[in-house]
């Protein structure tokens, strides 16, 4: 299994990026999948999620009204378009996989990562 996150980059506050993530070795429409952030010394932080369907999504509360997730499951692509971007969104961002079987367990697939950096 592979997730191959792309789409980062250095915007102004304010700014938008849109990342995508090309999932492979999987039947992706059989998973959830979600993003998440790690800051420099921080942890890793939930930011968004999406079901199998993709018709149920939802967000960590820092970025509610902001960034959207969206899929595709004829592409094998989850999207995250991050609108009115700050400094505080500055992170490497990830995108993981989880059986749709059980959603409330852990995420079995894990991206690379792709760097977004905020300038203020």
């Known amino acids: 299994v592979q997730l191959q996150a792309s789409g980062g980059g250095l915007v102004q506050a304010g700014g938008s990026l849109r990342l995508s993530c090309v999932a492979s070795g999987l039947t992706f429409s059989r998973y959830d999948m979600g993003w998440f952030r790690q800051a420099s010394g921080k942890e890793r932080e939930f930011v968004a999620a999406i079901r199998w369907t993709g018709r149920t999504t939802n967000y960590a509360d820092s970025v509610k009204g902001r960034f959207t997730i969206s899929r595709d499951n004829a592409k094998n692509t989850v999207y995250l378009q991050m609108n009115s971007l700050k400094p505080e969104d500055t992170a490497v961002y990830y995108c993981?996989?989880?059986?749709?079987?059980?959603?409330?367990?852990?995420?079995?697939?894990w991206g690379q990562g792709t760097q977004v950096t905020v300038s203020s």
């Open positions: 993981a996989a989880r059986g749709s079987w059980n959603p409330r367990g852990d995420y079995s697939y």
